[in-house]
């Protein structure tokens, strides 16, 4: 992709039930936050329907590099974290040119996932699978050793030893086994169902 021209993203998201007046809300805020970006030149968002929660959003800068500035900044980074839990990106796409404002065949250039933490119910459940058999392992290993601790010095020698083997072996394993459970979309039946509801 050429740094010379124009980039438009193209962004469809699944807005969870019960969240549309946030999502509008929300999308509303990215703008302020892009609008003083510099190379941006405008945004928007359109909905397959009334009582749809499919979003289609749009925003476009003037070339690769500011685009590319925009979507490493700490603010986007902020403005996409706040929504972690209200919505789930569905598709990204990058066009050039003009024609990036519209929907014609052979358009896309790059088509690329946008990373979208899991709903922190998703990740709490990641977490606690390695966490209570190896905990449970490490106190009855360890408890011969400690038991006449200080309770402080104790559970501080389980947090020494659990923590790297948490960060850098178990939750990755347990990441990368629950991979297609924690990046599954909602399902669409339900959602559209409450949505038509409110």
Known sequence: MSNEHPVTVSVARTILPGYTRQANAWAHA??????????????????????SNEWHMLYRFADAGALQAWEDSEERRW???SARDMMETTRVERHTGIEGWFSRPG???????????????????????????????????????TQHWPLVLAVLLNIVILTPLMTYIFLPITTRLLQPWLQKPPRKRRIQAKGTAR
């Open 79 to 81: 403005w996409i974290d």
């Open 30 to 51: 990215g703008q302020e936050l892009a609008r003083e970006w510099p190379g941006y030149l405008g945004s928007g968002w359109v909905r397959n329907g009334a009582g």
């Open 107 to 145: 358009d896309v250039s790059v088509v690329v996932p946008e990373t979208v933490a899991p709903p922190r119910w998703k990740q709490a459940i990641s977490i606690f699978l390695p966490f209570f058999p190896l905990s449970l392992l490490a106190n009855f290993l360890l408890h011969p050793v």
